[in-house]
């Protein structure tokens, strides 16, 4: 295989963030409790659809990379969650705690050297790791800016900052 470090580190930022758009941990921090299921006029969805679909979009994705015997939630239902709020307390955190794990699985992968980013994943159509992991990149930068819009849209964005 050659040499692909140059790829693989450029793939590793964009699945980070913090250069073309902001990342997820600013997007997310200090969210009040009372705004994740809030859905402000005219938006489609809440910061805790986006935060799930996101989690579950991104879980999929990378599962599908790793295990020939995963099977995807049936689509479009099975990405979006049930209720417009964190059904207790503790959700929140757990989707934040998860995507993030899953996030940091993603990046290892593309990182180690023994992984093939250009081969086709045997059980795909075609698929192959740098494709998948670029999908991930793009899907989160998407709904993290959906996510910066409703921050400003409930008032809870302060230019550049995360805070009330």
Do not use: C
Not at 83 to 93: F, L, Q, T, Y
């Amino acid at each position: 295989m050659p040499d692909d470090k140059v790829i693989r580190d450029h793939v590793l930022k964009l699945l980070k963030g913090r250069q073309g758009h902001v990342d997820f941990e600013t997007v997310l921090a200090n969210l009040p409790q009372e705004f994740q299921g809030k859905k402000p006029e005219g938006a489609p969805h809440t910061p805790w659809q986006l935060l799930e679909h996101m989690r579950i979009a991104q879980g999929d994705i990378l599962e599908f990379s790793r295990d020939p015997k995963h099977v995807s939630p049936k689509f479009p239902e099975g990405y979006w969650p049930d209720s417009e709020a964190p059904p207790d307390e503790g959700a929140w955190k757990k989707s934040v705690t998860s995507f993030s794990a899953d996030l940091q699985a993603m990046a290892d992968l593309v990182a180690d050297p023994s992984t093939d980013l250009y081969a086709r994943i045997p059980h795909g159509s075609g698929q192959t790791i740098l494709r998948e992991a670029l999908l991930v990149a793009d899907h989160n930068a998407y709904h993290l800016g959906q996510l910066v819009l409703l921050r400003r849209l409930l008032n809870i964005w302060i230019e550049g900052k995360h805070a009330i």
